[in-house]
T-cell receptor, first 114, second 112 residues
Framework: DVKVTQSSRYLVKRTGEKVFLECVQD?????MFWYRQDPGLGLRLIYF???????EKGDIPEGYSVSREKKERFSLILESASTNQTSMYLC?????????????FGSGTRLTVV | DAKTTQPTSMDCAEGRAANLPCNHS???????VYWYRQIHSQGPQYIIH???NNETNEMASLIITEDRKSSTLILPHATLRDTAVYYC?????????????FGTGTQLKVEL
C-alpha cells in the first residue's frame, strides 16, 4: 500500500519560530500536496508540487513556503509561525495524469503555535 | 472550478443503505467526480471516482446522473465504522498536477 508519512503527529511551537513540517511518500508519486484543516472551513490547499523542484501555490499560500528537493519528500515551511497558523496540516500524494485513482493522505500533524 | 453542494449532515441506521447526494451543476465535460471520507482524527481516505458511468468497488457505488450535474454515493450496508465526513469533489487539472478542492462535506452518522 502507498504510505504517506508525516514526521510529527503533534507539534507545539512558539510565535516567530521557523517551523518545518516533513512529508515522505514511498510509491514514487509525482504529485504532492499540503493542506490545512480548520473547523468549519474544511481542507484548504496551501501548496502543491508536480515534480522535483516544482511548486505551485494553492488557495492559501500566504505565510508558507515549500521545498521539494527529492521526489519522495515535500516539506512545508512556516518562516515565522503565528497563532493563526495553529491548525491540522495534511500531506497527500498522487500519480500524475488521467483518472488514475485518488490521493493518499498522511495522518496529519496537529500544530499549535503559542 | 466546478463547485459542489452537499448536505451538512445525514443520519443512517446501521445495516441500511446510506445514500449521500452531491450537486455539481457546473461540472465540465472532462472533470471527474471523486469521493473521499475522513474519519475523526485521520487523514481523508479515497473511496471512489467516476466520469459519467456508474462505478462500484468494494467500498461503495457511485451513481452519476446522465447530465452529470449530480451524483450519489451509496454505502450499501452502513456500519458504525462508516461514521465520517464524506467529501464530494470535482477534479480540476492545473499544469502538471491534478489538484482536488475540498468543500466542507457531509457528516454521516451511522447509528444502531
Amino acid at each position: 500500500d502507498v504510505k504517506v508519512t508525516q514526521s510529527s503527529r503533534y507539534l507545539v511551537k512558539r510565535t516567530g519560530e521557523k517551523v518545518f513540517l516533513e512529508c515522505v511518500q514511498d510509491m514514487d508519486h509525482e504529485n504532492m500536496f499540503w493542506y490545512r484543516q480548520d473547523p468549519g472551513l474544511g481542507l484548504r490547499l496551501i501548496y502543491f508540487s508536480y515534480d522535483v523542484k516544482m511548486k505551485e501555490k494553492g488557495d492559501i499560500p500566504e505565510g508558507y513556503s515549500v521545498s521539494r528537493e527529492k521526489k519522495e519528500r515535500f516539506s512545508l515551511i512556516l518562516e515565522s509561525a503565528s497563532t493563526n497558523q495553529t491548525s491540522m496540516y495534511l500531506c497527500a500524494s498522487s500519480l500524475s495524469g488521467g483518472a488514475v485513482g485518488g490521493y493518499t493522505f498522511g495522518s496529519g500533524t496537529r500544530l499549535t503555535v503559542v | 472550478d466546478a463547485k459542489t453542494t452537499q448536505p451538512t449532515s445525514m443520519d443512517c441506521a446501521e445495516g441500511r443503505a446510506a445514500n449521500l447526494p452531491c450537486n455539481h451543476s457546473t461540472i465540465s465535460g472532462n472533470e471527474y467526480v471523486y469521493w473521499y471520507r475522513q474519519i475523526h482524527s485521520q487523514g481523508p481516505q479515497y473511496i471512489i471516482h467516476g466520469l459519467k458511468n456508474n462505478e462500484t468497488n468494494e467500498m461503495a457505488s457511485l451513481i452519476i446522473t446522465e447530465d452529470r450535474k449530480s451524483s450519489t454515493l451509496i454505502l450499501p450496508h452502513a456500519t458504525l465504522r462508516d461514521t465520517a465526513v464524506y467529501y464530494c469533489i470535482v477534479r480540476v487539472a492545473t499544469g502538471g498536477g491534478n489538484k482536488l478542492t475540498f468543500g466542507t462535506g457531509t457528516q454521516l452518522k451511522v447509528e444502531l
